[in-house]
């Protein structure tokens, strides 16, 4: 609140571990924290509040009915942590107007590469924490480790041209999964465009922005530090605790098929409209 700066991920990928770990020591809500990071100077700072599970979401400590405190997902969308927060007796929603609401995004053939790359190299896609809810018996519901991800980038980024256009569909078909289990951390489905869209999730209901500087990933650590000079916040380096700064993704094209590069174009057509992205 002090710096008016509000940060919203609800697509993961994007250096959002980074950037959240790098903001927490300014985050000064006293009412509302992420479940997974504890933040100093709050009544919710143990990781099992109150008794309620360490992995639990949504209102505690109600006194006379009137929810007190908040705890989020950290890949809340914004138009669903307004509609929650707005429930809190000392939240004043509508301030957030006025403050400077980020999010990033990332190209859309460089974002799908990297969710293969975590997800579905083996024959069955691995379906992390986002998909628990997922009801499809064939869910292999395991997280892999950053040492197996890394272990799968270094072999495919030996080779080039080995991203097909077989690939992209069983990614796309994850993606698919994944909003019908109402999982979060991955872009919303646009009926409108029958695609994907990282967007569309920074949306309310009449499909208004609630993000009024969006950084590309692309220009990560620089564009994260104007938006810091821009509330008043000392230039700070991003940890990226994901190896997002991995060097061989940024080559991405290079193991694009023409196949594979098609089938990402047509079903990330809305973002590459609205973020101006190419191949």
Same mark, same amino acid.
């Given at each position: 609140?002090?710096?008016? @700066? $509000?940060? *919203?991920?609800?697509?993961?990928?994007?250096?959002?571990?980074?950037?959240? %770990?790098?903001? @927490?020591? &300014?985050h000064?809500?006293?009412?509302?924290?992420?479940? &997974?990071?504890?933040?100093?100077?709050?009544?919710?700072?143990?990781?099992?509040?109150?008794?309620?599970?360490?992995?639990?979401?949504?209102?505690?400590?109600?006194?006379?009915? +009137?929810?007190?405190?908040?705890?989020?997902?950290?890949?809340?969308?914004?138009y &669903?942590?307004?509609?929650q927060?707005?429930?809190?007796?000392? *939240?004043?929603?509508?301030e957030?107007?006025?403050?400077?609401?980020?999010?990033?995004?990332?190209?859309?053939?460089?974002w799908?590469? $990297?969710?293969?790359?975590?997800?579905?190299?083996?024959?069955?896609?691995?379906?992390?924490? =986002?998909?628990? $809810?997922?009801?499809?018996?064939?869910?292999?519901?395991?997280?892999?480790?950053?040492?197996?991800?890394?272990g799968?980038?270094r072999?495919?980024?030996?080779t080039e +041209?080995? *991203?097909?256009?077989?690939?992209v569909?069983?990614?796309?078909?994850?993606l698919?999964?994944?909003? %019908? $289990?109402?999982?979060?951390?991955?872009?919303?489905?646009?009926?409108?465009?029958e695609? *994907?869209?990282?967007?569309?999730?920074?949306?309310?209901?009449?499909?208004?922005?609630?993000i009024?500087?969006?950084?590309?990933?692309?220009?990560?650590?620089?564009?994260?530090?104007?938006?810091?000079?821009r509330?008043?916040?000392?230039?700070?380096?991003l940890?990226?605790?994901?190896?997002?700064?991995?060097?061989?993704? %940024?080559?991405?094209?290079?193991?694009?098929?023409?196949? =594979?590069?098609? =089938?990402?174009?047509?079903?990330?057509?809305?973002?590459?409209?609205e973020?101006?992205?190419?191949?």
């Amino acid at each position: 609140h002090r710096y008016k @700066l $509000a940060f *919203f991920c609800p697509v993961g990928n994007c250096g959002t571990s980074s950037i959240q %770990k790098t903001l @927490l020591p &300014y985050h000064d809500d006293p009412f509302i924290k992420n479940k &997974y990071e504890p933040n100093f100077r709050h009544f919710l700072n143990d990781p099992s509040p109150f008794g309620l599970p360490r992995d639990y979401e949504g209102f505690v400590a109600k006194i006379e009915e +009137n929810p007190q405190g908040l705890i989020v997902s950290k890949h809340i969308s914004p138009y &669903y942590f307004r509609e929650q927060a707005s429930q809190l007796e000392f *939240f004043n929603v509508q301030e957030l107007d006025s403050y400077v609401s980020v999010a990033v995004t990332r190209n859309p053939w460089d974002w799908v590469l $990297a969710v293969f790359l975590k997800n579905c190299t083996t024959k069955k896609c691995f379906y992390d924490e =986002a998909l628990q $809810a997922c009801r499809d018996p064939e869910c292999i519901k395991y997280s892999p480790s950053a040492g197996e991800v890394g272990g799968r980038r270094r072999q495919f980024f030996a080779t080039e +041209n080995n *991203f097909t256009e077989k690939d992209v569909r069983k990614t796309l078909s994850y993606l698919h999964k994944a909003y %019908k $289990a109402n999982a979060i951390e991955y872009p919303s489905w646009n009926s409108e465009k029958e695609g *994907f869209s990282q967007g569309i999730s920074y949306k309310d209901a009449d499909h208004y922005s609630l993000i009024n500087h969006f950084i590309k990933f692309e220009n990560l650590s620089e564009s994260f530090n104007q938006v810091l000079e821009r509330v008043g916040i000392p230039p700070l380096p991003l940890s990226h605790d994901q190896n997002n700064k991995n060097k061989s993704q %940024k080559k991405y094209s290079k193991h694009y098929t023409e196949g =594979a590069r098609k =089938a990402v174009e047509e079903a990330f057509a809305a973002d590459c409209e609205e973020f101006d992205y190419s191949f």
